[in-house]
């Protein structure tokens, strides 16, 4: 059974190879990948798990924008992709150009201009984070360049990925929420996700949810969620159903998120984080990757109604009634949704 009438995963990485790049300058998570059309698979597994349509995120040094469109030209009923500044990293991660913000905003207005269709939004990392060769910057300076990001986002009405709350190289996790406060006083009609909804423990969710509840469209990813986690927005009366965008959480990336089982990780116990991925055996065999980024993510809605957090009218908005908002999806016209809230009219 499908978990909603019209499923959206908000979180995808098909698109390239799950293996550095072998002169890639920059290792580990962040090494360079080489963009491949690995769409297919993806397909399979939406297939399987009734997921109607999903949006893809180019994050990695070494994707372009031109694949993932192209991933989208061969299923259009199914991909839509979110944009990046995937020259200009790539650029700067070469040496052959210093990374700037005016570069990567060229891009981005380029790319989303020529690329309507296909192209509903920018991330999941905004310009100048996550994996960027770049100078460290201050609080104030971050602000200034997020403020250019805002307004490009909402020039092109579309929403922006935050992810600057767990950059290695960045500004503190409590700075770059500053940040965001200060950007969405700013500009309260920008549309922001808050990819894995801030984390997969309590302390970080909370944080999240926070955030959200002072703005009108913030949405949280939930991918990594717990069910027992959802609890926290959803008895949120600033925020609730409304404003999840259900995922697989990195679906597809499967040699950059292999995570160990901790099951004696606890609900609400802050300082220890439940890992969503539990058939990775732990040894570096090359056949040891996450394999089924459906399983875990689809069992956690339906305990939603196990836990009677959510009725269906909630968890259709969740798992795909949002996102078809948010992203202007090609809704079937027999579909129809809750509008917000099913017990608050929110337009
Ligand atoms: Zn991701």
Redesign the pocket.
């Known amino acids: 059974m499908k978990i909603g009438r019209f499923v959206v995963d908000g979180?995808i990485?098909c698109g390239k190879k799950d293996s550095a790049k072998a002169d890639s300058k920059l290792k580990g998570i962040w090494a360079e990948v080489e963009s491949v059309d690995n769409s297919d698979m993806i397909l399979f597994d939406m297939d399987v798990y009734g997921v109607d349509m999903g949006i893809l995120?180019p994050?990695f040094t070494g994707t372009t924008n031109e694949m993932y469109k192209y991933c989208c030209e061969r299923h259009p009923k199914r991909l839509r992709t979110c944009a990046m500044d995937c020259q200009t990293r790539i650029k700067a991660a070469h040496g052959e150009k210093e990374w700037n913000l005016s570069d990567s905003l060229k891009e981005l207005d380029e790319v989303l201009t020529n690329g309507k269709d296909y192209f509903v939004g920018i991330g999941?990392f905004a310009p100048g984070c996550m994996g960027v060769v770049r100078k460290s910057y201050s609080n104030l300076e971050r602000f200034d360049e997020w403020c250019a990001v805002a307004e490009l986002a909402i020039a092109h009405d579309v929403p922006i990925f935050f992810?600057d709350y767990s950059d290695p190289t960045g500004l503190s996790r409590v700075e770059a929420f500053q940040v965001l406060n200060k950007v969405l006083a700013k500009y309260p009609e920008l549309k922001v996700v808050i990819?894995?909804g801030g984390g997969d423990n309590v302390a970080d969710i909370k944080e999240a949810c926070l955030v959200a509840s002072r703005a009108p469209f913030v949405y949280l990813e939930t991918g990594y969620w717990r069910a027992e986690y959802y609890e926290i927005a959803l008895k949120d009366h600033q925020l609730g159903a409304s404003r999840l965008i259900w995922g697989g959480?990195?679906t597809g990336?499967r040699l950059?998120?292999p995570q160990a089982t901790r099951p004696n990780a606890k609900y609400l116990e802050p300082t220890k984080v439940w890992y969503n991925r539990n058939n990775w055996n732990g040894d570096k065999r090359e056949a040891d990757y996450q394999p089924d980024f459906y399983g875990w993510p689809t069992r956690q809605i339906a305990r939603l109604i196990d836990l009677d957090l959510a009725t269906q009218d909630e968890i259709n908005l969740i798992v795909g009634g949002n996102a078809a908002r948010l992203y202007k999806l090609p809704v079937p016209e027999l579909c129809t949704f809750a509008c917000g809230r099913p017990d608050i009219l929110v337009k």
Do not use: F, I, K
Request: charged content about 15%.
């Open positions: 979180h990485h995120l994050s999941e992810h990819p894995h959480g990195d990336s950059w998120y």
